[in-house]
């Protein structure tokens, strides 16, 4: 029987069911070469991965992307597994029997560490580990922070460096209707910050985030962005950089900004370039202060522009530490890693047994875990269609999983039923999404999340309507 015809359709499994996972769907479901049914898997029994874990609670505007994801999913040829684990649930091998075709969109889940002494005193922690806090994200549910402290610094000044700096600097009022963790809001209201340090290793020319995201720290009513005008100058070896459109709005808007001074804002959010933390300073085993060392920017013969330190220190007093360098990937039993990139090895989406090495048939990769951490929500649009457009010349090619697979729809729910994993449908998660949108508004919120996992299940049990598959 031809594989992608009606009578049997090409099976899909897509893990995680985030941006470039439900982009994938979406890619698949829409084409017409080929029938096919898509079955998604996310570990948390909740679907849309950073969407939902990740974009700060005052930018729901990027949220109201979910709203083109539950079209894909109320397609009936998708289906959403979630609470189910590649590697603890469930294995590569048993998904090689039930599909034809696998695409992990696993994303990036770990953080990259600076590698300077200090890095493990207490205070010290990763943006993901905040901004999963803030999020109600279950594995960051647990995670302190010691608020207490009236001065914190943020390294790295990409677009997550400032969603962390502006929930710091923020009026904490100003959340209290969106779907920020109830438990974070309460930490945010008692937090005694006053002062945000966001240190940038190289200039302005070179800053990571965005002209918007930067605007919008200068916007606050909360705090004042303050920027020493002898940082934002550009150098000859800036000039490549400088010409980028969105770089060139960066360097203007800091300048400035640079210009205003101190301002009389209780809070001050202070922005600095060209310098690079080199030592997390203790005393009895918790941070108290931040060794710095300044920079000198060099360019190679490509244009490109690298720090160089200049053996010129200084030390700011700091209580807590949040590093913002970037994220990586994590292994996942049965699947390649490429442990120096912190991602799936691929040849542009197909995935690689080692990097440089074979191609894995029927087995692709999309989003972060693709390409590294890197690009807005949107971006995993192209990236998951470029993907789709090898797996549909790999059914016409015939290069499949194999002759042995079970297509029936019953084979996965028996296989995960006769392991007592209790998996969480799509018709589970719009019963979740109603009670977090029902509890949330009577405290005046978008939304109450749920920030437990057991929480969840215990909260899809308690319903009187049967639950569906
Ligand atoms: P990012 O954009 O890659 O920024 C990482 C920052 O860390 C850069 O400033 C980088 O500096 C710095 N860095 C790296 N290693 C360092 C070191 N050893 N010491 C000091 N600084 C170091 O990563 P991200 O902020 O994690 O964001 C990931 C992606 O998500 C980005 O594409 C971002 O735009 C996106 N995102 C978007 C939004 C939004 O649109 N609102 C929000 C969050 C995230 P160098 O440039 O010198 O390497």
New binding site residues.
């Given amino acids: 029987m031809k594989i992608g015809s009606s009578a049997r359709p090409l099976k899909v499994a897509v893990i995680g069911s985030g941006p470039s996972g439900f982009y994938a769907a979406e890619a698949l479901l829409k084409q017409s070469d080929v029938v096919v049914k898509v079955d998604m898997f996310d570990r948390l029994p909740t679907p849309y991965g950073l969407v939902r874990g ?1 974009v700060a609670p005052d ?1 729901q505007k ?1 949220k109201n992307v979910t709203a083109v994801y539950e079209r894909v999913a109320l397609n009936p040829a998708f289906r959403f597994f979630g609470n189910v684990k590649l590697g603890r649930d469930i294995a590569v091998e048993d998904l090689k029997r039930c599909y034809d075709q696998i695409v992990y969109a696993v994303g990036n889940e770990s953080d ?1 560490r ?1 590698g300077i002494p200090g890095e493990d005193l207490a205070g010290n922690h990763s943006a993901t580990a905040f901004v999963g806090w803030y999020n109600g994200h279950p594995d960051f549910r647990d995670e302190a922070f010691d608020l207490s402290q009236e001065s914190a610094a943020v ?7 400032i ?1 962390v700096t502006r929930i710091l600097a923020r009026d904490p009022d100003e959340l209290q209707e969106t779907d920020i963790a109830s438990h974070a809001l309460d930490a945010l209201r008692a937090s005694s910050v006053k002062t945000v340090w966001l240190l ?3 200039g302005p020319a ?3 985030y ?1 002209p918007v ?1 930067i605007k919008e720290i200068g916007e606050l009513e909360s705090a004042d962005l303050v920027i020493d005008p002898g940082e934002v100058a550009i150098g000859p070896e800036s000039e490549k950089d400088y010409a980028d459109p969105q770089n060139r709005k960066n360097v203007d808007y800091v300048t400035e900004r640079a210009a205003l001074g101190e301002g009389g804002r209780a809070k001050k959010v202070r922005l600095r370039f060209c310098i ?1 933390p080199v030592e997390v300073i203790g005393a009895d085993g918790r941070i108290v202060a931040l060794k710095l060392e300044r920079n000198k920017l060099v360019a190679d013969a490509s244009g490109n522009v690298k ?1 160089v330190g200049t053996g010129e220190f200084e030390t700011i007093p700091v209580g807590l530490v949040f590093r ?4 990586r990937g994590i292994p996942i039993p049965g699947v390649p890693f490429d442990d120096r990139a912190g991602k799936i090895p691929n040849a542009e989406g197909r995935v690689l047994a080692a990097p440089g090495g074979e191609v894995v048939p029927a087995q692709y990769v999309v989003g972060w875990a693709k390409r590294g ?4 929500v949107g971006t995993n649009r192209a990236c998951s269609v470029a993907t789709v457009k090898l797996m549909l010349e790999d059914v016409a090619a015939g290069s499949l999983a194999g002759d042995d697979v079970d297509p029936s729809d019953e084979a996965v729910p028996a296989m995960l039923h006769g392991r007592s994993v209790r998996y969480v449908s799509f018709a589970d998660w719009k019963a979740l999404d109603e009670i977090e949108r029902q509890t949330g508004a009577a405290k005046g919120k978008i939304r109450e999340k749920l920030t437990r996992i057991e929480e969840m299940l215990a909260a899809l049990e308690s319903r009187t309507a049967p639950l569906s598959v």
Avoid: F, K, T
């Fill in positions: 990740g930018h990027i990259r600076l390294i790295g000044i990409g677009n997550v460096a969603d940038g290793r190289r070179q800053a990571a965005s995201e690079s720090a913002s360098v970037g994220y951490p890197s690009g807005l």
